[in-house]
Nanobody
Framework: VQLVESGGQLVQTGDSLKLSCVASGRAFSPYGMGWFRQVPGKEREFLAH????????YSGASVKGRLYALKDNAKNTVFLQMNGLEPEDTGVYIC???????????WGQGTKVTVSS
């Protein structure tokens, strides 16, 4: 299974953006999918998670209310909806899959988002 993110771009403060992560390869039915943000010099930050079945989702405390995960099971795709973007949201956004219920074990390469002030 491979995860490929897309949708990253240069946006302005206050804009909204929706990122996509498509899973390809063998039959895909993970326990859940997550989104993370990587900024140079900082630890990878958890943003949001969504269960593949059942639809339960939650977001990290730092982005709650602004960023949240969505999914389309039929298209093997998970999304990250981002609203009210701020310069501090600049970074590489990475999706990950928890394929066995033991934690995220499949990672994408990421897509870059830059928020200008």
């Amino acid at each position: 299974v491979q995860l490929v993110e897309s949708g990253g771009q240069l946006v302005q403060t206050g804009d909204s953006l929706k990122l996509s992560c498509v899973a390809s390869g063998r039959a895909f039915s993970p326990y859940g999918m997550g989104w993370f943000r990587q900024v140079p010099g900082k630890e990878r930050e958890f943003l949001a998670h969504i269960n593949w079945n059942g639809g339960i989702s939650y977001s990290g405390a730092s982005v709650k209310g602004r960023l949240y995960a969505l999914k389309d099971n039929a298209k093997n795709t998970v999304f990250l909806q981002m609203n009210g973007l701020e310069p501090e949201d600049t970074g590489v956004y990475i999706c990950a899959a928890d394929s066995q219920g033991l934690g995220y074990d499949i990672w994408g390469q990421g897509t870059k988002v830059t928020v200008s002030s």
